[in-house]
């Protein structure tokens, strides 16, 4: 699709560049060090480990960065339920400032026999119309007993074999697994055919039959059927195969007034417990809070007593596309006789002149997932989210983000988002926040404007002994910052101190708009994002970003 042919809402002119957080352009930074070439290196790598296992000093010391934005989780005419082509969908991307995303059709029957391999040939033509986007192929797999994940692989001869391989091994909608439920007898078979597919995924990696594969959960809380002690199964599964989960999920248009009636939520969380959820959830899990699926917006809950076992686990933002809000498209017209099943492909879209229903958002247009890099290329940002160097924000909140933890005493650079800092207890530390406000108008026409930042931190306890557990009690907003009115980049300087227990930080901040005490009460959460009334959630006007955490190991004395 040429720029004429995006809806006239979606101007160009208002679509931030992306800046990193010493405000230059991502894509000048990357020009200077080599014109987007696959082998260039913006800095030398991390600092090896020690023999043993742990660093062989104390502090650390990582790689300068640069952030590329992306989105791992679209859908084009090769899911069943989608609308637009491939072409489309990355000129979108590169419209609203994209450098990489992830194709990840849905697993069905039309999927696994036609449509992998005929999305891989369009695939190869959308990597040649847009030679500065990397392009992923994925699939979005089916868990048995459970959601969806994004599975997604590295460019090569075997990436298509590899994804039509593990779907018909292991999705859960083709194999009939998806039961999950207390009283499904199937259950713990399902639940461990999902654990054998990571693992699968892992032999594959490390035997060379792919460079690399990831996955990440998808709208975990919108149905309840996630349960904590999955998830941490598959983060279990195979050492860096599933190594986050969508923090805030796509669809964030569902709830514009107006659009789809008086119960839509952000997110299409509308959905009630049923006999698949797991009972253990409370009943204000099934919704979102600024946004962002209850297990990340929990200050305290699923997502921090994870990290409080010193685990990594990274959450995301991404569009989820299917069907853009005020589009004008309808899905094409098929011939007699062809249906989804024996094709595996929609017919094009056709230009009605008339807004069409939807709750999505162009990919980059609202959601984005900003990933540290060191080079340029495929296995770069796979390396990075496998890494956790990762935040995301809505609304084009911020153009960047640079975050650092280091000892009182150091002057490197420290360590950042999803690293780990060895210190001794007792000492002085420094958290560096560099934040980049927004120096455009969104693509909704607005200048966003950051109101605060918060500085939560959560004690690391180990692993724990019921893995349903969801709560993390020693967690904790610790400091707000407010930086109503700051423009341009700004530092923020904030003392920690090491006690004798290790720990975490991360970050979250917003506009401003709407907040109220967290979930967990004010002593936890003194502000935090809150549910939209049904069918009244213009997400425009309640945006924020977060973080991934910085662990900080305590030794000795």
């Excluded at 000093?57 to 989608?82: F, Q, T």
Aim: charged share 20%; proline share 6%; with cysteine.
């Amino acid at each position: 699709m040429t720029e004429q042919q995006l809806p006239s809402w979606a101007d160009p002119s208002v679509s931030p560049a992306g800046l990193d957080a010493q405000g230059i352009s991502r894509r000048r930074l990357l020009r200077r060090a080599g014109l987007f070439g696959t082998a260039f290196a913006l800095a030398p790598a991390a600092p090896a480990l020690a023999a043993g296992g742990g660093r062989s000093r104390l502090g650390g010391e990582d790689p300068r960065l640069a952030y590329l934005v992306g989105d791992h989780h679209v859908h084009s005419v090769y899911s069943h339920d989608a609308k637009y082509t491939f072409s489309q969908l990355a000129a979108a991307g590169a419209r609203y400032g994209l450098d990489w995303m992830v194709f990840t059709e849905h697993s069905n029957v039309g999927h696994a026999e036609y449509g992998a391999a005929l999305e891989h040939r369009e695939i190869l033509a959308a990597r040649a119309e847009n030679p500065r986007q990397l392009i992923f192929q994925g699939l979005e797999w089916y868990i048995p007993a459970a959601e969806h994940a994004t599975v997604f692989v590295a460019p090569g001869r075997h990436e298509v074999d590899l994804l039509t391989r593990f779907e018909r091994l292991y999705d859960g909608k083709l194999l009939g697994y998806d039961k999950g439920g207390a009283a499904d007898t199937d259950t713990a078979r399902n639940e461990a055919h999902a654990v054998a597919a990571l693992k699968w995924l892992a032999r594959q990696r490390r035997s060379g039959y792919v460079d690399d594969v990831l996955a990440f959960a998808n709208h975990p809380l919108r149905l309840g059927i996630d349960s904590p002690h999955e998830l941490r199964a598959w983060r279990d599964a195979a050492e860096g195969i599933m190594v986050g989960m969508e923090g805030s999920p796509g669809a964030q248009g569902a709830a514009i007034p107006g659009l789809r009636g008086a119960g839509s939520v952000r997110g299409e969380y509308e959905n009630k417990p049923s006999a698949q959820s797991w009972s253990g959830y409370p009943a204000n899990a099934y919704v979102t809070y600024g946004g962002f699926d209850w297990a990340t917006a929990t200050v305290g809950g699923l997502w921090d007593s994870m990290l409080a076992e010193g685990r990594l686990f990274s959450v995301t933002a991404n569009s989820d596309a299917h069907r853009v809000v005020h589009d004008t498209l309808r899905n094409g017209d098929w011939a007699p006789g062809r249906n989804f099943d024996n094709t595996g492909k929609l017919p094009d879209p056709v230009e009605t002149g008339t807004a069409q229903a939807g709750s999505d958002f162009w990919p980059g247009q609202f959601s984005r997932t900003h990933v540290g890099v060191t080079r340029y290329g495929y296995r770069p940002v796979m390396a990075g989210l496998r890494a956790g160097r990762v935040w995301v924000d809505h609304g084009h909140l911020l153009d960047g983000l640079e975050v650092r933890v280091r000892r009182a005493g150091d002057h490197g650079r420290g360590v950042t988002l999803g690293g780990r800092l060895r210190v001794r207890r007792g000492e002085r530390l420094v958290l560096d926040i560099t934040v980049t406000g927004a120096s455009r108008p969104n693509p909704h026409g607005v200048l966003p404007e950051l109101a605060h930042v918060d500085v939560i931190r959560g004690t690391v306890r180990g692993p724990v002994a019921d893995r349903d557990d969801w709560r993390a009690p020693d967690t904790r907003v610790v400091r707000t910052e407010d930086v109503t009115g700051r423009t341009g980049t700004c530092t923020l300087r904030v003392p920690l101190t090491a006690g004798a227990e290790s720990f975490y930080v991360r970050l979250r901040g917003s506009d401003g708009n709407r907040h109220a005490a967290g979930l967990l009460g004010a002593s936890v959460d003194p502000h935090g994002p809150v549910a939209h009334t049904p069918g009244d959630g213009d997400p425009w006007a309640d945006t924020w970003f977060y973080s991934n955490p910085v662990f900080v190991d305590v030794v000795g004395s």
